[in-house]
Each structure stands twice: as structure tokens, then as C-alpha cells.
């Protein structure tokens, strides 16, 4: 076994090496027995490298293998193996951290899991966290990074629709969101659960949590961390958690839903205008069941006859199914995270 790190080097070291290397898999993969491993750290260029056909590589990759962050359940492990066993402990260090083995290393070498704890932790001048997205993503971007920073910091600031992009930065962002999409893997769109595959209905999610914080807070609030003002930066975040930890709540019962493995289909629902949105959409078309949830903090503001109401539209698309109506809070993802409904 040979394994090379850091592969996507070579393109700015000596390009031609993988011109090299194809020759050299071509004339002796067949005789050879070798287990060759490239591992890189920038997705845009491993990307590049294996998977353009005009690059050398192209087709010669026998599997790829993209590693994603810990699910839930692992993050909860990590936290009950460091005497941590509390929804809320759980929660916060899934939004803050989005489960990336190495954000939850640090964390946990420096005794950081509670919400009070890992904001202090993250949120001063010789934090790591602080410069982490221009780290992560100023080389994936090359020279337009100060347009694709603008993108993210706007869609992680709720502006998801691609005419709000436009309007506020007066730039033509298809392409810009193609790139971050099919590319760079850091956005997704989404549609509402039903809608036509032609549908205009579309939203942008950054899909790290981390990112999505960093986008929110730090990046938003450059001008005061150049300055060192982090305690104004935590006053926002203090502020405006509540409301950004809700949508960060939806994608967490999303998870859980998934990783529950009884529905073929979870999403939301919308339509135009962002009228009667539903934060949670679950369908087993096998089954003939549907699941619609709305998603609070504090589940006592939900109303289920209003959600009954905003899913009389959704519901024509779902005749003879059995639909369950759910208020969900935080208190009930113990559920399904002991019982994996």
C-alpha cells in the first residue's frame, strides 16, 4: 500500500507528475499488486483530478471515497465518553460544530462542550475557529473568493432565494451557485417535497454547520474581530442564537428522521412566496405514511390545527396516505435518537 497525501499539491508543484502516474497505472496496474491511496484536502482540485475527463486521471480512480462528518449518534458517543449525556450539551455542539471529527478534538482537548464554553473557546483572538473559513476556502476559490464569500455570507443570513442574491449583490449568480453546488459540494438547493422537477421554487442551504456559523457571525462581523471587539461579536451571537439555532434544530430532526431509515423521502414544503412553510415533510411511499412537523425550541408556541391548515395544499399530492401531525422540541429527539424511529 502507497499512500500520498495532500495529492492535489502536485498541480501547483509539477502538474506533469499525473500525466506520469497514468502511464505508469496503465502499463503495470494489471501486474502490480499495489493499493495506491491519494488522499487531498481540497475537494475542488481531487475533484478536478479524477473527475474531468480531459485531466490524465480521469477513470482511473477504482473507488472515491468522500468523508463526511460524524452522524449524530457519534457525536453524542464522543460527548458521553467526556461525561456529557445532555440534549442540549448534543445539540449545541452539532450546530456549532456540525460533527467534524477535528473541531470536536480541539473542543475536547480544551474541556469545551457547553454552549457558554465552546463560544468562549471560539470566539477570541487565538482561537483556531476565527480564520478557519478564509483557511478552508480562500485556496478552493482562487481570486473571486470575495464574491463567493458575499454568496455565502448572504445565504446563511437567510437569504437563500437566487433573486435576493442578485438584488442585494447586483451580480448575475447562476453561475457563482452552480460552481459552489456541483463543485465545491458547500451548498445545496432545495425544492419543497412535491414540487415539479421544473419547479422555480428554490432555496440555497450551506451544508457545514460550521460554515454556516462562521458565515453568520464571524465572517458578517469582520470588521470587529480585525479590530479584536469579541465580546460585540458574542453579543450578536447571544442575540440572534435563538433564531439561528432554529433552522440548525430543523436540520437535526432531519438527520434523525434519515437515520431512522423509515421514510424514502424527507424534506420541507413551501409555496410561493414562502407561504405555509413546513419545517419537516417525511413520506414512506411503500407504507402509504405521512409524517408533517413543525419544529421549535419551545414547542408550546406550536399550533397543529394551524399546521393542519398550511398542509391542505401538501396533503393533494398525499391522497391515502395515514399523515401524522408532530410538535417537535428538543425534549423529543430522544426519542429518536434511543428508539431510531
Known amino acids: 500500500t502507497l499512500i500520498l497525501d495532500e495529492f492535489q499539491e502536485f498541480m501547483s508543484v509539477n502538474p506533469a507528475v499525473y500525466s506520469e502516474i497514468q502511464h505508469l497505472w496503465d502499463v503495470t496496474k494489471s501486474k502490480c499488486k499495489m493499493n495506491l491511496i491519494c488522499i487531498g484536502s481540497v475537494y475542488s482540485l481531487m475533484h478536478r483530478i479524477f473527475e474531468e475527463a480531459k ?6 480512480a477504482d473507488r472515491i471515497l468522500l468523508l463526511r462528518p460524524f452522524s449524530i449518534r457519534n457525536i453524542q458517543t464522543v460527548l458521553r465518553d467526556h461525561g456529557k449525556n445532555d440534549l442540549k450539551t448534543l445539540f449545541d455542539c ?3 460544530t456540525g460533527g467534524l471529527p477535528k473541531y470536536l478534538e480541539i473542543l475536547a482537548s480544551n474541556g469545551a462542550f457547553s454552549y457558554d464554553e465552546m463560544l468562549n473557546f471560539m470566539l477570541n483572538e487565538h482561537s483556531p475557529f476565527i480564520n478557519e473559513g478564509k483557511n478552508l476556502l480562500v485556496e478552493e476559490f482562487g481570486r473571486e473568493y470575495g464574491t463567493y464569500f458575499s ?6 443570513s437567510g437569504k437563500t432565494a437566487r433573486t435576493e442574491i442578485e438584488s442585494i449583490l447586483e451580480i448575475h449568480a447562476g453561475a457563482y451557485l452552480a460552481r459552489l453546488e456541483q463543485d465545491y459540494g458547500i451548498i445545496s438547493r432545495r425544492k419543497p417535497i412535491n414540487a415539479r422537477p421544473n419547479a422555480r421554487l428554490l432555496k440555497y442551504f450551506i451544508n457545514d454547520n460550521f460554515l454556516n456559523f462562521w458565515f453568520r457571525f464571524i465572517f458578517r462581523n469582520r470588521s470587529a474581530v ?3 471587539n469579541f465580546s460585540y461579536v458574542r453579543e450578536i451571537v447571544d442575540r440572534d442564537y435563538a433564531t439561528w439555532s432554529g433552522m440548525m434544530l430543523e436540520r437535526f430532526f432531519h438527520e434523525l428522521f434519515a437515520a431512522g431509515g423509515n421514510f424514502n ?4 414544503y413551501w409555496e410561493k412566496g414562502n407561504q405555509n412553510e413546513i419545517d419537516l415533510v417525511a413520506v414512506n411511499d411503500l407504507k402509504k405514511r405521512l409524517t408533517v412537523a413543525e419544529i421549535k425550541m419551545n414547542k408550546t408556541r406550536i399550533n397543529l390545527d394551524a399546521l393542519k391548515k398550511k398542509a391542505e395544499k401538501l396533503l393533494d399530492s398525499y391522497k391515502g396516505y395515514e399523515t401524522t401531525f408532530l410538535a417537535l422540541g428538543l425534549e423529543d429527539a430522544a426519542d429518536y435518537l434511543e428508539k431510531g424511529k
Open 94 to 96: 452539532y450546530a456549532l
Open 55 to 60: 485531466e490524465p486521471l480521469f477513470g482511473r
Open 151 to 156: 454568496i455565502l455570507e448572504l445565504i446563511a
Open 265 to 268: 423521502v424527507i424534506g420541507s
Open 226 to 228: 480585525e479590530t479584536g
